[in-house]
């Protein structure tokens, strides 16, 4: 069966699928995760985890559930989004607004993302964005 991106999301989608995801990633050697500590039925856990797993990023093994390679992979990104939305998101606003400005020169705006955003990942998401749409303006012209 091929996941796609939108199997991951939906898996991912509301809050304590998302919880259950991060407590996953968060126990390294697989131990059990209690129902009774996340507040949610029996049947809410099941069909929660049920999902983590059929979109590939959760499995069992020993009896215990443990991330998937593809698991490890979204958590990481999922990591990177927490980061933008927590430290960065007023500055990409910010990035964001300074971008109609066409006084400003691209080398310009390259400097002040490179001082205002402190997470390589982030940053070299952001300049390749910039850059990326910066050729296609100047092949449709």
């Not at 856990?45 to 698991?71: C, D, E, F, H």
């Not at 993302?113 to 012209?141: G, M, P, Y």
Request: hydrophobic share 40%; aromatic share 6%.
């Amino acid at each position: 069966m091929l996941i796609s991106t939108v199997d991951i999301l939906n898996a991912l989608a509301d809050y304590n699928a998302l919880v259950l995801f991060r407590t996953i990633a968060a126990t390294r050697d697989g131990s059990n995760i209690l129902i009774s500590k996340m507040n949610l039925s029996r049947k809410q856990y099941y069909s929660r985890m049920s999902r983590l797993m059929n979109a590939g990023l959760v499995k069992r093994q020993n009896g215990k559930y443990i991330l998937t390679s593809l698991g490890k992979v979204i958590h990481e990104a999922e990591k990177s989004i927490e980061t933008a939305l927590v430290h960065d998101y007023w500055k990409l606003k910010t990035i964001d607004s300074l971008e109609t400005c066409e006084d400003l020169p691209m080398e310009e705006l390259h400097k002040i993302i490179e001082s205002l955003i402190k997470d390589q990942k982030i940053k070299e998401s952001v300049l390749v964005n910039r850059h990326n749409a910066r050729e296609l303006t100047f092949s449709l012209i």
